[in-house]
């Protein structure tokens, strides 16, 4: 039985040809998705801004005027409501003093629970969360944190195992990764909670993983031919490391796009956020990643100097790309 090969083994693509058009497009996509978050804003959940989230589901897509007058009548404070994942289900946030015990919040659910129940009769309420504004700034320092020390320590290990051009170039594709994450939920305004930073942590593990499978290809290469070209050499690097990451990519994805389809709403975010960060982690490994190293100066001469001295035989000069 012949093996299934989604890259042939004479596979020869020129990534570095274009690398100036995928820095531009790159750079392109980071603003707009900077300028989307400053813009739009995130849609935070009850993790990071507090308050009690009810989650209902309807039988026909509700007015949300008519809902918001009924639950603001109920003296419960002012609520804010969202349909969430379909026309059909509707996510209502309600403030909470400070100090509420939980007896106090099962009733306003009660109560709000009641009201909609008389007002629209077959809805059911599939989820309730309680978060205070001291644990959700508690929760957005420590998710910030966490995504911070994540890719700082990813790139001093990358300096610290290969060449400071090595952690350069990865703390830029995976900042680029994450900015792109957060992006697409201003866009979409999609709700941002723990599970998505999850997602968002996972992302930034996803891209390392692919990031140093083609670095470590880029110095073995560099120590065997020590006078072919860099961008020779890399295009060398990124083909004979192509099957992999195709065959990666593609089965992570079809995991996740059966999440995303079939999960159910609660994991939709998670999902979509890991599909397209398997899509950037992807392309910004192939393109950004590895293409950067020729614009900070990383020559396989230079890099012979610290490692041992390779056999003749083994030298190979690669054609100018």
Same mark, same amino acid.
């Given at each position: 039985?012949?093996?299934?090969?989604?890259?042939? #083994?004479?596979?020869? =693509?020129?990534?570095?040809?274009?690398?100036? !058009?995928?820095?531009?497009?790159?750079?392109?996509?980071?603003?707009?998705? !900077?300028?989307?978050?400053?813009?739009?804003?995130?849609?935070?959940?009850? /993790?990071?801004?507090?308050?009690?989230?009810?989650?209902?589901?309807?039988?026909?897509? +509700?007015?949300?005027?008519?809902?918001?007058?009924?639950? /603001?009548?109920?003296?419960?404070?002012?609520?804010?409501?969202?349909?969430?994942? #379909? +026309?059909?289900? $509707?996510? !209502?946030?309600?403030?909470?003093?400070?100090?509420? /015990?939980?007896?106090?919040?099962?009733?306003? $659910?009660?109560?709000?629970?009641?009201?909609l129940k008389a007002q629209f009769p077959g809805v059911t309420f599939t989820r309730t969360d309680t978060v205070s504004g001291k644990v959700s700034g508690e929760l957005i320092r420590n998710g910030v944190l966490a995504v911070i020390l994540a890719i700082l320590g990813i790139a001093v290990f990358s300096w610290l195992?290969?060449?400071?051009?090595?952690?350069?170039?990865?703390?830029?594709?995976?900042?680029? #990764?994450? &900015?792109?994450?957060?992006?697409?939920?201003?866009?979409?305004?999609?709700?941002?909670?723990?599970?998505? &930073?999850?997602?968002?942590?996972?992302?930034?593990?996803?891209? !390392?993983?692919?990031?140093? $499978?083609? /670095?470590?290809? =880029?110095?073995?290469?560099?120590?065997?031919?020590?006078?072919?070209?860099?961008?020779?050499?890399?295009?060398?690097?990124?083909?004979?490391?192509?099957?992999?990451?195709?065959?990666?990519?593609?089965? $992570?994805?079809?995991?996740?796009?059966?999440?995303?389809?079939?999960?159910?709403?609660?994991?939709?975010?998670?999902?979509?956020?890991?599909?397209?960060?398997?899509?950037?982690?992807?392309?910004?490994?192939?393109?950004?990643?590895?293409?950067?190293?020729?614009?900070?100066?990383?020559?396989?001469?230079?890099?012979?100097?610290?490692?041992?001295?390779?056999?003749?035989?083994?030298?190979?000069?690669?054609?100018?790309?």
């Amino acid at each position: 039985m012949r093996l299934l090969k989604l890259v042939p #083994d004479n596979t020869n =693509i020129g990534f570095v040809r274009i690398r100036f !058009i995928a820095f531009m497009v790159t750079a392109l996509l980071t603003v707009a998705a !900077i300028g989307a978050t400053a813009t739009r804003g995130l849609n935070l959940g009850v /993790d990071f801004v507090g308050g009690l989230m009810i989650e209902a589901q309807f039988e026909q897509a +509700p007015p949300l005027d008519k809902m918001r007058a009924t639950i /603001d009548g109920l003296g419960v404070g002012t609520s804010a409501l969202q349909q969430f994942g #379909d +026309p059909r289900t $509707v996510s !209502i946030r309600l403030p909470i003093a400070e100090g509420s /015990d939980e007896g106090a919040t099962n009733a306003i $659910v009660t109560t709000v629970s009641n009201a909609l129940k008389a007002q629209f009769p077959g809805v059911t309420f599939t989820r309730t969360d309680t978060v205070s504004g001291k644990v959700s700034g508690e929760l957005i320092r420590n998710g910030v944190l966490a995504v911070i020390l994540a890719i700082l320590g990813i790139a001093v290990f990358s300096w610290l195992r290969y060449e400071w051009q090595f952690g350069v170039s990865t703390f830029v594709a995976v900042v680029h #990764d994450v &900015v792109m994450a957060i992006g697409f939920f201003a866009i979409t305004q999609l709700e941002f909670d723990l599970n998505i &930073v999850a997602a968002v942590l996972t992302i930034v593990g996803y891209s !390392i993983n692919d990031k140093m $499978v083609i /670095d470590d290809r =880029i110095r073995e290469n560099m120590r065997k031919y020590r006078q072919m070209d860099m961008k020779a050499l890399i295009d060398l690097s990124v083909n004979e490391t192509l099957p992999r990451t195709v065959m990666t990519s593609l089965t $992570v994805f079809l995991a996740l796009g059966a999440l995303l389809l079939w999960g159910g709403h609660v994991l939709r975010g998670f999902s979509a956020a890991m599909l397209l960060g398997v899509i950037v982690g992807t392309y910004s490994s192939i393109y950004v990643s590895s293409s950067l190293l020729i614009s900070l100066g990383l020559e396989p001469a230079k890099f012979g100097q610290k490692a041992e001295t390779a056999r003749p035989e083994a030298e190979r000069v690669g054609p100018k790309a």
